[in-house]
């Protein structure tokens, strides 16, 4: 890598953390943090791990700490806050598809489970793929970590995609934080997949993808800046034609989510009616002609 | 402005999509790692202990 990749990969290592700080503050300012928390949490995961990495890097370029040491420490603060991330950021998309679903609530509740099922069978999935026996230790955990990542970008450009085409059924626009969020998560997935295949052949640290790598996440802060700088358009009255499959599933959804009446239909003790009741059911029996009431008789007798 | 978005969107799923291909045939190894966090900084990609300390220059 020459010098001026190395001075750009330099200023961009400093350009992440004040980026993801105006996106905090901007987050914060709109008042929208109990919306977005989750995304909150993760630019502050990043804030925090920039921030101390950039510390240790500084000490080590002035001989305050011994390089190999230094390595050691990073190595542990970025795949810890590797981790914290990969887990936030499917809680991320979790809490983004909640608000798109929003106007629609019986679609929502089976997606959320739906949701639900497949985030705890891919966590499954990963610690079952990451469990080869030779595998200990740390390298446990980043394979863990790896395949929990790749889970994560998978459902999150699905996600992206999602959102992108049934944008207009949800009452959201393309200026809407929704889709926002949810482009600049997409582009992060995709980088990270990317990433990842480019590693898998180059195994180097400081590589030239480092500086890709750089401008795609600057791409995304800029992207979450500027969603969240402006205002958000309401989101538009949902009209959906009765034909509409959206609104068919979601009737159907709502249905499905309903607490069911119960009928008491045999084994039921006089004792359990109050005597006013008994007596209003003795005097409709006496009322009754007596051929209904060998047909219900009769009828009893068949279903026993 | 809806085709664009929409084709955005559809490059990037399509780049991921290509992108996993490439990984799914890399399965987890001892001594390799396999992804790395969009991140503007390096991936330490060595093991911990390494006698180079992957070339760490702070």
Redesign the interface.
Known sequence: MNLSSASLISFLEYFEPVLCAIVIWLIVRSRVGRQYGYLLALMCVRLGCSVTSLSLFYATRHTLIERHLAYHIYFYIYWTSYALESILSLLVIYSIFRLAMAPLKGLQTLGMLVFRWVAAISVAVSIGVAASPHLTGITFLVAIITQLQQTSSILTLSLLLFVCFAIRPMGLTYRSRIFGVSLGLGFLAAISLVNSAWIAHNVNMYSRFSLVNGFAVGLTLLIWSTYFSFPEPKRRIIVLPTTSPFLRWNQISMALGDDPGYVAIGGVPPELFAPAELEVMRRASAKMPVSQLEGAESLKSLSA | ??YI??A??VV??L???A??T??SS?S???????????????????????PN??????
């Not at chain 2, 330490?44 to 202990?49: A, E, L, R, Y």
């Not at chain 2, 300390?53 to 702070?58: E, L, R, V």
């Open positions: 402005m809806k978005a929409r955005i969107v990037l799923v780049t991921g999509a992108a996993s490439q990984l890399a987890p190894s001892k001594d390799k790692i396999m992804i790395s966090r969009p991140s503007m900084l390096p991936v330490p990609t060595c093991d911990p202990n390494d300390a992957c070339g760490f220059k702070g």
